[in-house]
C-alpha cells in the first residue's frame, strides 16, 4: 500500500517550453501533495505544498508563475513548469500525505527534467 | 524554525556488520514525528522507519532500529545485520504535529556497504 506514481520519470525539452508533471496515489486518497527539488548530492527542497480543491501554497523563493501546481482531485496534483530554461534542469520528487498512515509522506519515484 | 542536523556525510559498514546513523534536530514543540528514508541510486525516497515524540518506546521494523532520546533531541538508526542493498543515502526528517505538514530533512548520510 501507499504507492505513489510520478509520469514521466525523464523528460528533455527545448528551452521556452513548457513540461508537465504529473503524481497520483495509487492505492489511497492524498489531500495534501507536496513538490520537491532535488539538486545532485543534495537532500530535498520543499517547492510547495499542494492542497486538493485549493491554490498551492509555495516556499520562500519559489516563483509561482513558473511552477504551477494543480491538485484538481484526491489522487492527481499536476507540476507545470513553464518557459523552462536551463537552470530549471533538476530532479523533481514528490509525495502524498497518507491519512491512513498517521499522516507520512510517501514518495514517487521522481522526474529528471533536462532543459536544452 | 526547526533544523535536522546529521553529523557524518559518509559512513561505511562491512556486510552483517552493524552501523549507527546520528541526527539531531532542534525544536520548541513537544508533540511532533521523526523519520529516517533512504534514496537508494535510483533515487527513490523509501520509508524506513518511523517514530512519534509521544511514544516512549524506540521504533524497531526487522533490522532497523531507532534510538530516540527526546531531552537530548537526538534519533539515530540503527542497521543491524548489514545488507548491500542497504547502500544508500540516509535522510533524517522531522515534522511537527500542528499547522505544518512540511517534513524538514537533514542534509543526508551516504552509507557504503563493504562485501
Known amino acids: 500500500g501507499a504507492v505513489v506514481s510520478q509520469h514521466p520519470s525523464w523528460v528533455i525539452c527545448k528551452s521556452g517550453t513548457s513540461v508537465k508533471i504529473e503524481c497520483r496515489s495509487l492505492d489511497f486518497q492524498a489531500t495534501t501533495m507536496f513538490w520537491y527539488r532535488q539538486f545532485p548530492k543534495q537532500s530535498l527542497m520543499l517547492m510547495a505544498t499542494?492542497?486538493?480543491?485549493?491554490?498551492?501554497?509555495?516556499e520562500q523563493g519559489v516563483e509561482k508563475d513558473k511552477f504551477l501546481i494543480n491538485h484538481a482531485s484526491l489522487t492527481l496534483s499536476t507540476l507545470t513548469v513553464t518557459s523552462a530554461h536551463p537552470e530549471d534542469s533538476s530532479f523533481y520528487i514528490c509525495?502524498?500525505?497518507?491519512?491512513?498512515?498517521?499522516?507520512?509522506?510517501?514518495f514517487g519515484p521522481g522526474t529528471r527534467l533536462t532543459v536544452l | 524554525a526547526q533544523t535536522v542536523t546529521q553529523s557524518q556525510p559518509e559512513m561505511s559498514v562491512q556486510e552483517a556488520e552493524t552501523v549507527t546513523l546520528s541526527c539531531t534536530y532542534d525544536t520548541s514543540e513537544s508533540d511532533y514525528y521523526l523519520f529516517w528514508y533512504k534514496q537508494p541510486p535510483s533515487r527513490q525516497m523509501i520509508l524506513v522507519i518511523r517514530q512519534e515524540a509521544y511514544k516512549q518506546q524506540n521504533a524497531t521494523e526487522n533490522r532497523f532500529s531507532v534510538n530516540f532520546q527526546k531531552a537530548a533531541k537526538s534519533f539515530s538508526l540503527k542497521i543491524s545485520d548489514s545488507q548491500l542493498g542497504d547502500a544508500a543515502m540516509y535522510f533524517c526528517?522531522?515534522?511537527?504535529?500542528?499547522?505544518?505538514?512540511?517534513?524538514?530533512f537533514g542534509k543526508g548520510t551516504k552509507l557504503t556497504v563493504n562485501p
Open positions: 526528517a522531522y515534522r511537527g504535529q500542528g499547522g505544518s505538514e512540511k517534513l524538514v
Open positions: 499542494s492542497n486538493e480543491g485549493s491554490k498551492a501554497t509555495y
Open positions: 509525495s502524498a500525505r497518507a491519512w491512513l498512515a498517521g499522516g507520512t509522506q510517501f
